[in-house]
């Protein structure tokens, strides 16, 4: 049972990670396919980049205060850093096309 539970600790945020990144993937492809990428799209791209950045900056930090191991922490934060990169080049692009 231990042995169970260990695995799942392993492969659950591996799993949430990639369901995010998926995710994100398919809604930015659907973006390109019906809009397309304008010069300034792609230069706002680079939020998802800085977002897992920061994520993983913040796991660094919340890693040596929580009982979890080092590597769930690492890639929750990375993955969830992405995923709130995303919100926020999705968030930049609609205040642009609103004004």
């Not at 930090?61 to 995923?83: E, K, N, R």
């Amino acid at each position: 049972m231990e042995t169970l539970l260990g695995i799942i600790m392993t492969v659950l945020p591996l799993l949430i990670v990639a369901i995010l990144v998926v995710f994100v993937i398919k809604r930015l492809a659907k973006k390109a396919k019906e809009e397309g990428f304008t010069h300034a799209d792609n230069q706002r791209a680079v939020f998802m980049p800085f977002g897992m950045l920061i994520g993983t900056s913040v796991g660094i930090l919340l890693g040596m205060f929580l009982p979890a191991s080092m590597g769930t922490i690492l890639t929750l934060g990375s993955g969830f850093g992405f995923f709130f990169g995303y919100l926020l080049f999705e968030w930049s692009t609609q205040k642009e096309t609103s004004a």
